[in-house]
Antibody, heavy 124, light 108 residues
Framework: QLQLQESGPGLVKPSETLSLTCTVS??????????WGWIRQPPGKGLEWIGS???????YYNPSLKSRVTISVDTSKNQFSLKLNSVTAADTAVYYC????????????????WGQGTLVTVSS | DIQMTQSPSSLSAAVGDRVTITCQAS??????LNWYQQKPGKAPKLLIF???NLETGVPSRFSGSGSGTDFTFTISSLQPEDIATYYC??????????FGQGTKVEIK
C-alpha cells in the first residue's frame, strides 16, 4: 500500500529556508503515471497548491510562490523535496505531499494519495 | 490559470437533510474535478474523482455531477460523521492543481 511521509523541521526562523522531504513507500516514484506535489494549508484556511514534479525532474510551480520555491526529486531514495526560501510568518502552515494522476496514464481513485501533513511554524 | 469558485463557504443542516455544494470553473475543465473531505487535523480524503465517480469505500450518500464549468457535490442524507470541510479540486494534463475555497458543513 502506498504511503507518503513528510519530514523536516517543525520550526523555521523568518528569512531562512524551509526544507521538507516526502518519502514514498509501497510504490515507485519513477512511475510515468503520476505527478508528485506539495500542498499547504495555513491554520484555519484552505488548501494551496505549491508545486509539482514529474520523476524526470520536470517541475511546475504556483506563480505566486515560484520565485521562492524549488522542488526536486531523488529517484534513488524514492523521495522528493521542497525548499521555500525567505520565509515569513505567512508561510506557517501544514505542508502535505501528495501523488496525483497523470492524465492518460492512470485512472481511478487509487491514482491519488496524500501524506498525513506536517506543521511548519515560522517564528524567531 | 483556471479559477475555481466554490459555494457556499459554510452551511448548517440537520441530520438527514440533503446537502449540496457547487463548484464553478472559470473555463471548461471537462470532468477533471475531484471532491475531498477534510476533518480537523487530518489530511484531505478523496471522495469523488473525475466529477462523478465514487471512490472505493465511500458511502453511497455522497455523489458528484457536472462537466464543463459547473459541478455539484451532494450528500443525500447528512450524517453526524459528515461534519467536515469539503473541497473541489481541478486538474489538467499537467499541473497546477487548483482547489476551491472550501465549504464547512455543520450540524444544525
Amino acid at each position: 500500500q502506498l504511503q507518503l511521509q513528510e519530514s523536516g523541521p517543525g520550526l523555521v526562523k523568518p528569512s531562512e529556508t524551509l526544507s521538507l522531504t516526502c518519502t514514498v513507500s509501497g510504490g515507485s516514484i519513477s512511475s510515468s503515471s503520476y505527478y508528485w506535489g506539495w500542498i499547504r494549508q495555513p491554520p484555519g484556511k484552505g488548501l494551496e497548491w505549491i508545486g509539482s514534479i514529474y520523476y524526470t525532474g520536470r517541475t511546475y510551480y504556483n506563480p505566486s510562490l515560484k520565485s521562492r520555491v524549488t522542488i526536486s526529486v531523488d529517484t534513488s531514495k524514492n523521495q522528493f523535496s521542497l525548499k521555500l526560501n525567505s520565509v515569513t510568518a505567512a508561510d506557517t502552515a501544514v505542508y502535505y505531499c501528495a501523488r496525483h494522476r497523470r492524465l492518460g496514464y492512470c485512472s481511478g481513485g487509487s491514482c491519488y494519495s496524500w501524506g498525513q501533513g506536517t506543521l511548519v511554524t515560522v517564528s524567531s | 490559470d483556471i479559477q475555481m469558485t466554490q459555494s457556499p463557504s459554510s452551511l448548517s443542516a440537520a441530520v438527514g437533510d440533503r446537502v449540496t455544494i457547487t463548484c464553478q470553473a472559470s473555463q471548461d475543465i471537462s470532468n477533471f474535478l475531484n471532491w475531498y473531505q477534510q476533518k480537523p487535523g487530518k489530511a484531505p480524503k478523496l471522495l469523488i474523482f473525475d466529477a462523478s465517480n465514487l471512490e472505493t469505500g465511500v458511502p453511497s450518500r455522497f455523489s458528484g455531477s457536472g462537466s464543463g464549468t459547473d459541478f455539484t457535490f451532494t450528500i443525500s442524507s447528512l450524517q453526524p460523521e459528515d461534519i467536515a470541510t469539503y473541497y473541489c479540486q481541478q486538474y489538467d494534463n499537467v499541473p497546477p492543481w487548483t482547489f476551491g475555497q472550501g465549504t464547512k458543513v455543520e450540524i444544525k
